[in-house]
């Protein structure tokens, strides 16, 4: 079941070119220490009324929607920041593990690229995971994005660690169009989803 993300603020969808079933969103984090945003579309500019403290990208793919960017600082996983630094200018990197401010938590989860990178937010009544496209909704069901660049040993051992996060609400990169963009969940189903998504990757499927 899904319910609103009350505490999430989302840009406009917009449709990947290479997979139009497909639409991508950022989020605005409202928070008193610096509101966030998290992963990139076009057009950010403008997206927003609040303004933007720091924003984090999952991977470099995302650096391919920048027009009209943001006015906030990029941090990026430095796996990645030569494919973001193509387009957007990096503020900041990272490498490992980490927490800002008590609620926002960095977490690297190499695989769909070098540097992809999970968000963890604890608003204060229910923790969001933001994985980018390494989960992302597909009708409604968690698809990985293995690609022929991807590590998938690496891959495979990011699932394991996304699979015991605790976290209330997925929040990929990447939904089906009309389709909700989050998807509430609980231990036992993300285990049972995630693990589902870890024994296709063993058999050498790419989703």
């Known amino acids: 079941m899904n319910t609103q ?4 603020v989302p840009s406009q969808p917009q449709a990947l070119p290479f997979a139009p079933s497909l639409h991508v969103r950022a989020f605005l984090l409202p ?6 945003l998290v992963y990139s579309t076009d057009g950010l500019a403008t997206a927003f009324e609040k303004p933007v403290a720091r924003h984090y990208l999952n991977h470099g793919h995302e650096a391919m929607f920048a027009s009209e960017p943001i006015d906030a600082p ?3 996983h430095e796996g990645d920041r030569g494919s973001v630094e193509e387009a957007l200018h990096v503020r900041g990197t990272f490498s490992r593990r980490h927490t800002l401010d008590d609620d926002f938590e960095v977490i ?6 070098p540097g992809a990178t999970a968000y963890l937010w604890d608003d204060g009544e229910r923790r969001h995971l933001f994985t980018g496209d390494s989960i992302y909704l597909s009708d409604g069901e968690w698809i990985a994005a293995v690609l022929d660049s991807s590590d998938r040993a690496a891959y495979l051992e990011s699932l394991e660690l996304i699979r015991d996060l605790e976290f ?20 036992a189903d993300t285990a049972r989803r995630v693990d ?8 050498g499927d790419n989703a």
């Open 5 to 8: 993300v009350a505490t999430l």
């Open 168 to 187: 209330d609400v997925l929040v990929p990169w990447a939904a089906t169009a009309g389709a909700p963009y989050h998807a509430d969940t609980n231990r």
């Open 74 to 76: 990029v941090f990026v």
């Open 196 to 203: 589902a998504i870890i024994a296709r990757l063993r058999r």
């Open 31 to 36: 928070r008193s220490e610096g509101n966030l």
């Open 108 to 113: 690297p989860t190499p695989g769909h690229t």
